[in-house]
């Protein structure tokens, strides 16, 4: 599911961190929490902890079935692409629970 409302002060930068984290998880996400100045970005930040939680919880589910859930992998392309926009996503479970652990 997709908020379609874009966020505001927002830079392309942003946009384009947003996307990989999405589509290169976990890989980017880890990175982006060494940059001191990419973490510090809100917008960043919050897809940022919900590419990465999903990242995990796509590799356990890939590994659990035996790869059945690589087709998953064009729904992390879809929630970058919205990202890209300049738009929040929310991703079922793991949105509340990344933003109820203060991560977002």
Known sequence: MTNNSPVVDVTSDDKLWALL???LTPVVPII???????KARPFIKAHNAQALVAGIVYIILTAVTMGCGSILW?????????????????????SNWVKSQGWA
């Open 32 to 38: 982006v929490l060494l940059m001191e100045d990419k």
């Open 21 to 23: 984290a999405y589509i």
């Open 74 to 94: 064009l729904v992390f392309l879809y929630w970058g692409i919205k990202a890209y926009q300049g738009n929040s996503v929310e991703i079922p479970v793991i």
